[in-house]
DNA sequence: CCGATTACGCTACGAGTCGTAGCGTAAGAG
DNA sequence: CTCTTACGCTACGACTCGTAGCGTAATCGG
């Protein structure tokens, strides 16, 4: 199911294999610590315990929390990829607006996600596990809506292939960004007013920034990149 | 100095005073520990021993890990909330946003604001006040370059009091929650050339957004066809 | 059927952290 | 000077971590 960096076991014919039913319950049992305890408080002991299980086990297969939590949230986006075709444009992007935010409040989610973000900031390898295991299927859903609008004439087509990924990268962070600090930072909740409202802004900025130019793009040489860290540390 | 939920100890007239530089030993070693040990190996103890304090001292004043990490990174926050006026609607969100990514690529803030985040999941008191401590200081920089831009006439201005506040809020939400996506989750850099596109995608919006409709709100449960976007733009 | 191999459950362990209590001392307030 | 509070220090029980060792269970190749 998870799993996502097994690759790296592909000569074990032999021996035992390993109980599968056991990945079941102790992602199972992550989750559900997750939502009772939160990160914080999430022990491997007792995760095991609630999964009725050997701590022993859970080290065999996974290296410690992080990695467990990734998995165990992955599972959870895994089930909630399919987006349907609801016609327009707009009715999409409210479409996976809400449909993202329904799987964030979810407080399995809701917890893990971020804390496993900020591990991240530390841990490449962590970080990367979580792109290929949720960001990245994620971002799928970006390509298949704008491959959609631009079939139907709603979004003109791209001339070069690298703005086009730049273009979808960006549009990705926005929504996914937009969602997440809404409901997890704000806290506040995303419902269909907002996601009309977001859906409004984005359109319209879509429709422009395909496009090409309307809004002057600003005078570059103007100011320096320069900040001013005014270093604290 | 952070020190954002001390209002409950108004009756201390007596005694020996707390010492300031303690608080700031205090909160500069948990910003090194943090860009050293990132939030999960962070400890009281460690903490401590940076400061050059007793590990009881820090009880005395913070709860725990969260609330002193929280009052560590709003102190950060507190350096960087000037804005200049650049002139145009265009250059004050490129300025806004650079700067908040400049922020936010600091190993303190990188690590701690998710942790913290996360945690608050759980803590609704700890949600407070990174809300009141981080968040609300933040959205203050809207709220000025949108009167900026209406004076300016670059935004139409508001005629309804309530729809401001949501309006400000869906942008604040877009603008910093698209930056710590980009930079936290894609883990890509917001450079220059991201914060033009993004701020173009931005300003369409919104100048659409203000004016009203352009582009039909699509309908309740049975959503069909829209049309284009009305090119006012 | 039989060894070889691997996974599992269990127990135990040292190391490290947590948050608190107790004590004597330091520093302002009245 | 006395009262009150903060500080540094030490020590503590409780808990978690991640690992090691052991006997047992399951599966594969011959």
Redesign the pocket.
């Known amino acids: 199911m998870g799993k996502v960096a097994d690759m790296s076991?592909p000569?074990?014919?032999?021996?035992?294999?390993?109980?599968a039913e056991?990945?079941r319950a102790i992602l199972g049992a992550t989750r559900a610590a997750l939502v009772e305890l939160g990160w914080g408080?999430?022990?491997?002991?007792?995760?095991?315990a609630r999964?009725?299980?050997?701590?022993?086990?859970?080290?065999?297969?996974w290296?410690?929390?992080n990695e467990l939590v990734v998995d165990a949230v992955a599972a959870v986006f895994d089930e909630q990829l399919e987006v349907a075709d609801h016609g327009s444009l707009r009715a999409d992007i409210e479409d996976v607006v809400v449909r993202f935010a329904t799987l964030l409040e979810r407080p399995e989610t809701k917890t893990a996600l971020m804390a496993v973000v900020s591990e991240a900031t530390h841990d490449e390898a962590l970080g990367a596990r979580v792109r290929s295991a949720i960001v990245d299927r994620q971002k799928r859903l970006v390509l298949i809506g704008r491959q959609r609008a631009q079939l139907r004439g709603e979004l003109p087509g791209e001339e070069d292939a690298a703005a086009a990924a730049r273009n979808a990268d960006l549009i990705f962070d926005v929504i996914a960004g937009s969602v997440v600090h809404r409901l997890l930072v704000s806290a506040e909740p995303v419902d269909r007013e907002w996601a009309c409202s977001f859906a409004t802004l984005l359109l319209h900025g879509l429709a422009a920034a395909g496009s090409g130019a309307g809004i002057a793009p600003a005078p570059e040489p103007a100011r320096g990149h320069d900040q001013k860290p005014a270093g604290s540390v």
Not at 41 to 48: I, S, Y
Not at 51 to 61: E, N, P, S
Request: aromatic residues 2%; positive net charge; charged residues 30%.
């Open positions: 076991t000569a074990r014919r032999t021996g035992r294999p390993r109980s056991a990945d408080k999430l022990t491997m002991g007792d995760v095991a999964a009725g299980v050997a701590k022993t086990t859970l080290y065999r297969r290296a410690g929390k």
